[in-house]
Protein backbone atom coordinates (compact mmCIF):
# COMPACT_ATOMS: atom_id res chain seq x y z
CA UNK A 1 0.00 0.00 0.00
CA UNK A 2 1.15 3.63 -0.77
CA UNK A 3 0.40 6.82 1.17
CA UNK A 4 -0.60 9.70 -0.37
CA UNK A 5 -1.48 13.41 0.63
CA UNK A 6 -3.80 15.25 -1.76
CA UNK A 7 -4.69 19.28 -1.53
CA UNK A 8 -8.06 21.14 -1.98
CA UNK A 9 -8.92 24.53 -0.94
CA UNK A 10 -12.42 24.15 1.33
CA UNK A 11 -13.88 26.87 -0.44
CA UNK A 12 -13.89 24.47 -3.56
CA UNK A 13 -13.91 21.19 -2.22
CA UNK A 14 -13.80 20.08 1.92
CA UNK A 15 -13.04 16.59 3.73
CA UNK A 16 -16.81 17.30 4.39
CA UNK A 17 -18.06 17.37 0.99
CA UNK A 18 -16.86 14.05 0.37
CA UNK A 19 -18.55 13.08 3.34
CA UNK A 20 -21.69 14.14 2.55
CA UNK A 21 -21.75 12.60 -0.93
CA UNK A 22 -23.30 9.19 -2.12
CA UNK A 23 -21.20 6.27 -1.05
CA UNK A 24 -19.06 9.29 0.05
CA UNK A 25 -17.36 8.96 -2.77
CA UNK A 26 -16.22 11.28 -5.99
CA UNK A 27 -13.95 11.94 -8.48
CA UNK A 28 -10.87 13.80 -7.64
CA UNK A 29 -10.16 16.31 -11.21
CA UNK A 30 -8.63 18.88 -12.50
CA UNK A 31 -5.06 17.97 -11.80
CA UNK A 32 -3.22 19.99 -14.28
CA UNK A 33 0.38 19.58 -13.27
CA UNK A 34 2.51 16.91 -15.05
CA UNK A 35 3.99 15.78 -11.62
CA UNK A 36 1.04 15.75 -9.86
CA UNK A 37 -0.82 13.88 -12.75
CA UNK A 38 2.10 11.25 -12.71
CA UNK A 39 1.40 10.98 -9.20
CA UNK A 40 -2.35 10.18 -9.47
CA UNK A 41 -1.35 7.44 -12.04
CA UNK A 42 0.80 5.61 -10.13
CA UNK A 43 -2.28 5.48 -7.10
CA UNK A 44 -3.67 2.18 -6.43
CA UNK A 45 -7.01 1.13 -5.80
CA UNK A 46 -6.72 0.73 -1.90
CA UNK A 47 -3.91 3.57 -1.22
CA UNK A 48 -4.64 5.59 1.67
CA UNK A 49 -4.23 9.69 1.69
CA UNK A 50 -4.60 12.71 3.84
CA UNK A 51 -7.11 15.16 2.83
CA UNK A 52 -5.15 18.27 2.96
CA UNK A 53 -6.95 22.17 3.12
CA UNK A 54 -5.09 24.85 1.52
CA UNK A 55 -5.43 28.29 0.63
CA UNK A 56 -7.65 28.64 3.92
CA UNK A 57 -7.60 29.75 7.38
CA UNK A 58 -5.40 26.94 8.61
CA UNK A 59 -3.92 24.72 6.60
CA UNK A 60 -3.72 21.22 7.20
CA UNK A 61 -4.52 17.84 7.18
CA UNK A 62 -8.71 17.46 7.98
CA UNK A 63 -9.43 13.46 7.09
CA UNK A 64 -8.20 10.32 5.70
CA UNK A 65 -9.25 8.95 2.43
CA UNK A 66 -9.10 5.95 0.40
CA UNK A 67 -7.95 5.49 -3.19
CA UNK A 68 -11.82 3.93 -4.75
CA UNK A 69 -10.66 3.69 -8.11
CA UNK A 70 -7.23 3.97 -10.17
CA UNK A 71 -6.29 6.63 -12.69
CA UNK A 72 -9.04 7.21 -15.90
CA UNK A 73 -8.98 9.59 -18.10
CA UNK A 74 -9.92 13.03 -16.79
CA UNK A 75 -13.14 13.98 -19.08
CA UNK A 76 -13.24 17.76 -16.96
CA UNK A 77 -10.57 18.44 -19.75
CA UNK A 78 -12.77 17.87 -22.86
CA UNK A 79 -15.26 20.08 -21.66
CA UNK A 80 -15.13 24.09 -22.97
CA UNK A 81 -17.89 24.66 -20.78
CA UNK A 82 -15.75 23.45 -17.32
CA UNK A 83 -12.93 26.10 -16.00
CA UNK A 84 -10.98 22.32 -16.42
CA UNK A 85 -10.57 22.02 -20.04
CA UNK A 86 -7.76 21.66 -22.03
CA UNK A 87 -8.05 21.96 -25.75
CA UNK A 88 -4.96 19.92 -25.87
CA UNK A 89 -6.68 17.03 -24.27
CA UNK A 90 -8.77 14.70 -26.19
CA UNK A 91 -10.71 11.46 -25.29
CA UNK A 92 -8.46 9.34 -27.78
CA UNK A 93 -5.01 11.15 -26.52
CA UNK A 94 -6.01 12.00 -23.06
CA UNK A 95 -3.34 14.41 -21.06
CA UNK A 96 -5.06 14.30 -17.53
CA UNK A 97 -6.26 11.94 -15.01
CA UNK A 98 -8.15 11.64 -12.31
CA UNK A 99 -8.84 9.02 -9.38
CA UNK A 100 -12.30 8.23 -7.48
CA UNK A 101 -11.76 8.91 -3.70
CA UNK A 102 -14.24 7.67 -0.90
CA UNK A 103 -14.38 9.32 2.80
CA UNK A 104 -12.46 7.06 5.60
CA UNK A 105 -12.76 9.57 8.50
CA UNK A 106 -12.16 13.22 9.27
CA UNK A 107 -9.79 14.05 11.97
CA UNK A 108 -10.68 14.94 15.63
CA UNK A 109 -8.23 17.45 14.94
CA UNK A 110 -6.21 19.17 12.39
CA UNK A 111 -3.01 18.12 11.77
CA UNK A 112 -2.07 21.92 10.94
CA UNK A 113 0.99 22.83 8.71
CA UNK A 114 2.39 24.67 11.66
CA UNK A 115 2.63 21.45 13.38
CA UNK A 116 3.99 19.49 10.56
CA UNK A 117 7.11 22.14 9.89
CA UNK A 118 7.84 21.75 13.84
CA UNK A 119 8.58 18.08 13.66
CA UNK A 120 11.89 17.18 12.80
CA UNK A 121 10.38 13.82 11.61
CA UNK A 122 9.06 15.69 8.78
CA UNK A 123 11.81 18.02 7.99
CA UNK A 124 11.52 15.93 4.68
CA UNK A 125 7.96 15.69 3.97
CA UNK A 126 7.73 17.33 0.30
CA UNK A 127 4.80 19.22 1.78
CA UNK A 128 6.98 21.55 3.89
CA UNK A 129 10.10 21.44 0.91
CA UNK A 130 10.73 25.40 -0.60
CA UNK A 131 8.86 25.80 -3.40
CA UNK A 132 6.47 22.79 -3.33
CA UNK A 133 2.98 23.68 -4.84
CA UNK A 134 1.96 20.46 -5.69
CA UNK A 135 -1.73 19.29 -4.92
CA UNK A 136 -0.92 15.84 -5.11
CA UNK A 137 2.21 14.27 -3.34
CA UNK A 138 3.46 10.76 -2.00
CA UNK A 139 4.20 10.25 1.41
CA UNK A 140 6.19 7.78 3.10
CA UNK A 141 5.08 5.48 5.83
CA UNK A 142 7.19 7.00 8.52
CA UNK A 143 5.53 10.93 7.80
CA UNK A 144 2.16 8.74 7.72
CA UNK A 145 2.32 7.25 11.09
CA UNK A 146 4.15 10.53 12.49
CA UNK A 147 1.02 12.43 10.94
CA UNK A 148 -1.51 10.23 13.04
CA UNK A 149 0.52 10.44 15.79
CA UNK A 150 -0.11 14.11 15.63
CA UNK A 151 -3.07 13.90 15.43
CA UNK A 152 -3.84 11.28 17.62
CA UNK A 153 -5.57 8.51 15.65
CA UNK A 154 -5.37 4.97 15.40
CA UNK A 155 -5.65 3.75 12.25
CA UNK A 156 -4.36 0.66 10.30
Known amino acids: MNYWLMKSEPDAFSIGDLKARSK ?3 HWDGVRNYQARN ?3 AMKKGDLAFF ?3 SCAVPGI ?3 IEIARAAYPDHTAWDPENHHYDPKSTPERPLWF ?3 VRFKRELEKPVTLTAIKMQPALKQMRLVQRGS ?3 VMPV ?3 EWNTILKLAEEKFP
Do not use: C, N, P, Q
Request: charge should be positive.
Open 98 to 100: MVD
Open 39 to 41: FMR
Open 133 to 135: RLS
Open 24 to 26: KTE
Open 62 to 64: YGI
Open 52 to 54: YHS
Open 140 to 142: TAK
